[in-house]
Structure formats: C-alpha cells, structure tokens
C-alpha cells in the first residue's frame, strides 16, 4: 500500500460517517467524523507532494481548517468566522489560479457555451443572495463580496474547462462545483427548516470540495514538472 493510501481511505471513511451520522440525526457524532476530514486530505496532500507544499496552499489548508473549526463550534461568531475564513480560501485559490495558469483565449465556438456560464453564475449569484435570512441581512456586504470572489472563481474553472478540456481543468470545475453547493445549501439550511436532504448535501459537497482541491494541487505540480522535463 503507497504512503498516502491510508490518509485517502480515512477521508472517505470520515466522510461515509459523516452520511451515515447526518442521516440517522446523530449531529454530536457527525461533527467528530467531521472534524477528521480536513487533516485526513492534507495529510493526503502532503504525502503524495513528497512533503512539499507552497506557501499559497499552505495558507489555503489553514483557512479552510479555520473555517471548519468556525463551522463546527457552533458560537456566536461562528458564522462571520467561517465566512472570512472561507472567504480568504476563495481570493487565495483565485490569486493561485491567475499566477499559475496562461491567460484564457476565446474561440468562437467558446462564445455561447460561455455566455451561458455567465448568465448561469449571476443567476445563482442573485437569486441566493436575495434570500432574505437575517443572518443575510445583518452580513449583507460580506455575503455579498462573498458571492462575488466565489462567482469569478467560478468563472475561472468553468471557462478554463471550456476551452482547454484538460484534467486540471476539470478538477477545477469539479472544486467550484462542490464550493457552490457547499454554499448554496450553507444558506438553504440557515433559511429553510431542518432538512436532512440538504444537511446531506451541504457536508458532501464541502468535503469532495477539499477532495477535488488536493487533487488539484497535486495535478498542478505533475503538470509543472512535466513541462520542465520537456
């Protein structure tokens, strides 16, 4: 079994826990399994990069734990901790990707695929903001600002993917993706009444997010190394 094995089957045991827990309403025993995901990925991370990790990535790990310890504890500043926390771990991921990724070119036929991501990105952007949560109204400009780093973000991935099909780009996709709903059904459970179903989908898609970010950032340093042995 390689090195990094057992830190990616203790992730996916954490998060088959975490369904398990959320489903059978056992919230005490779903934050534990909770708790394990993110030191179980970078771990998974740190291992498979031979120990080697930027200062960025570093910086995105410890912000996204930040925000995970925010989100768990369940306190009164709990929700703006999590919030500026994860909103650092967007402005970061989007400063990592315009440093480490050429300038996107536009082909004709990429026009109306794109177009239709934007349109689709505002859309949600818009309508979940409007949502008028009181923990919305009193966080109005940061939810707002929020919303927009995670758009562009996501604008980034999309559109990246559309043009360049590659598998880094598709595990972009695949992280902003995973952040949206993340996000989306956050605010789904904070406006709506207890629901399992979007408990559910709330703590799957956080953690395959941290899935598909490792696994991006691993994918970013093959590439690089690929193009210097070219």
Known sequence: MKANKPSLILF???????IIFDCTGQDFLA???????LPAIFFYFLISSNYKIGKTEAFIFFFCFVGQVFDLMEVEVSKIGAVLSFLLVYMLLLRFFIVNHKRIKLRRKDI????????FIIYL???VLSLQ???IKK???IYTFYGIVLSILSYFSFVSYITK??????LMSLMAISYIFSDIFYIFNEYFSFSVVLVLIRDITQILAYYFMAEYFLEKTKTGKRIIIQ
């Not at 934050?31 to 995901?37: F, N, T």
């Not at 099909?165 to 598709?170: D, K, R, S, V, Y």
């Open 12 to 18: 996916f045991l954490a998060l088959l826990c975490t």
């Open 31 to 37: 934050v534990y399994a909770k708790a394990i995901v």
């Open 112 to 119: 109306l695929p794109v177009f239709i991501v934007v349109v």
């Open 125 to 127: 952007l818009i309508s």
């Open 133 to 135: 949560a009181d923990s």
């Open 139 to 141: 966080l109005n400009f």
């Open 165 to 170: 099909g590659t598998h880094i780009t598709l």
